[in-house]
T-cell receptor, first 113, second 110 residues
Framework: IAGITQAPTSQILAAGRRMTLRCTQDMRHNAMYWYRQDLGLGLRLIHYSNTAGTTGKGEVPDGYSVSRANTDDFPLTLASAVPSQTSVYFC????????????FGPGTRLTVT | TQLLEQSPQFLSIQEGENLTVYCNSSSVFSSLQWYRQEPGEGPVLLVTVVTGGEVKKLKRLTFQFGDARKDSSLHITAAQPGDTGLYLCAGLTGANNLFFGTGTRLTVIP
């Protein structure tokens, strides 16, 4: 069982380019989340999805969009990347919204130049 | 808005020493979680505390939730090099959103 996989592992992106970070889970979890992690700021929630077909905004949603067409996949798209979006991005899932445990992927390190 | 502040931000100690990490907020949480993260990996849940005043022990780690459910502490007894990592607290709000603390990077020197 892989749990949560993310792709790519790392990426260097020119400002203004469009980028989609991929996230797939094989645990049949209902809820999925995208966080960004920056030094000194911990993890901050970007977007979430409580179940397939629904999405919601987190703490820092500007500049990002998500979709949840099925249970397993939760891609995060940067429509026009800016340097402030340089960060490490983590996808997570939980059995249900508000579940005590979230399972995290290995992360995607994104550098916007 | 950073709801959870952790202290210290960095901690370097010798093997065998004891340490305490603090997680403080002005907000009330329905539960408080502690995660540990190693370089190049995502956070992994260590424990969840739910009741104000609750104390949980996990081998050499002791977790406490404040009476008012606004703060928590993590105490490690006789630290070992394997305890090295980034420790994150996270509070779950009534709206089922999880807010993470700023993190404490622990280094245990052999």
């Amino acid at each position: 069982i892989a749990g949560i996989t993310q792709a790519p592992t790392s990426q260097i992106l020119a400002a203004g380019r469009r980028m989609t970070l991929r996230c797939t889970q094989d645990m049949r979890h209902n809820a999925m989340y995208w966080y960004r992690q920056d030094l000194g700021l911990g993890l901050r929630l970007i977007h979430y999805s409580n179940t397939a077909g629904t999405t919601g905004k987190g703490e820092v949603p500007d500049g990002y969009s998500v979709s949840r067409a099925n249970t397993d996949d939760f891609p995060l798209t940067l429509a026009s990347a800016v340097p402030s979006q340089t960060s490490v991005y983590f996808c997570a899932s939980s059995d249900y919204p508000g579940s005590y445990e979230q399972y995290f992927g290995p992360g995607t390190r994104l550098t916007v130049t | 808005t950073q709801l959870l502040e952790q202290s210290p931000q960095f901690l370097s100690i010798q093997e065998g020493e004891n340490l305490t990490v603090y997680c403080n907020s002005s907000s009330v949480f329905s539960s408080l979680q502690w995660y540990r993260q190693e370089p190049g990996e995502g956070p992994v849940l260590l424990v969840t505390v739910v009741t104000g005043g609750e104390v949980k022990k996990l081998k050499r780690l002791t977790f406490q939730f404040g009476d008012a459910r606004k703060d928590s502490s993590l105490h490690i007894t006789a630290a070992q090099p394997g305890d090295t990592g980034l420790y994150l607290c996270a509070g779950l709000t009534g709206a089922n959103n999880l807010f993470f603390g700023t993190g404490t990077r622990l280094t245990v020197i052999p």
